[in-house]
């Protein structure tokens, strides 16, 4: 079975500019989670959606953004980049919600955004 | 965004040595833990779980050991090898009311493996 996949793997933006990010679950999972990693923060969660609908929400500002396919496909969208924003972006799959118990997150291997 | 801890603690061992990564939890009544490794330039790699109502569980080459009186959680390697050189997270399963469940991600440890 196929891991996560996530596009792109490297991306450079500038400030103020928007950035969107692809996430493919592993075949059959319904939950997507988003992480940003930072050397200085470390794993922070962003959002999680299941069945198309976001069903946690971390404490990161309104531009960050995500939504979820009826495939489960997701994607996540930062709007007006700060240099801040450069961080690895991971996404997470799972079958059923993130956490529950039983149930275990597999992650892809990241898109690493840097602002410049 | 929530996080713990700003800097990363290393573990140098020497190749065929036990290794013991810790981390410390916040949340009393979280009640799922999970160690993940990172290797560099990949996501997080699931190793193993332990729920609160174990103490200790066995995988292949790992224990985990969970203390709730002090909130502490141990990844124990045996005979380590090169190829466990990576940095070690643990993440607990926090409960914030209603439906608001999410993983909490510890700093992680960098566990650098000399031959």
């Known amino acids: 079975k196929a891991g996560v996949t996530q596009t792109p793997r490297y991306l450079i933006k500038t400030r103020g500019q928007q950035v969107t990010l692809s996430c493919s679950p592993i075949s059959g999972h319904r939950s997507v989670s988003w992480y940003q990693q930072t050397p200085g923060q470390g794993l922070q969660f962003l959002f999680e959606y299941f069945s198309e609908t976001q069903r946690n929400k971390g404490n990161f500002p309104g531009r960050f953004s995500g939504r979820q396919f009826s495939n489960s496909r997701s994607e996540m969208n930062v709007s007006t980049l700060e240099l801040g924003d450069s961080a690895l972006y991971l996404c997470?799959?799972?079958?059923?919600?993130?956490?529950?118990?039983?149930?275990?997150?597999?992650f892809g291997p990241g898109t690493r955004l840097t602002v410049l | 965004g929530e996080s713990v801890g700003l800097h990363l603690p290393t573990l140098s061992v020497q190749e065929g040595d036990n290794s013991i990564i810790n981390c410390a939890y916040s949340?009393?009544?979280?009640?799922?833990f999970i160690w993940y490794k990172q290797e560099s330039g990949k996501g997080p790699q699931f190793i193993i779980d332990i729920r609160s109502n174990m103490d200790k569980r066995q995988g292949q080459r790992v224990t985990v050991l969970l203390n709730k009186t002090v909130k502490h959680l141990s990844l124990q390697i045996a005979a380590t090898q090169p190829g466990d050189s990576a940095v070690y997270f643990c993440?607990?399963?926090?409960?914030?009311?209603?439906?608001?469940?999410?993983?909490?991600f510890g700093t992680g440890t960098l566990l650098a493996v000399q031959p």
């Open positions: 993440a607990e399963f926090t409960v914030y009311g209603g439906a608001t469940n999410k993983l909490i």
């Open positions: 997470a799959s799972s079958l059923l919600l993130a956490g529950d118990r039983g149930d275990t997150q597999y």
């Open positions: 949340n009393s009544a979280s009640d799922y």
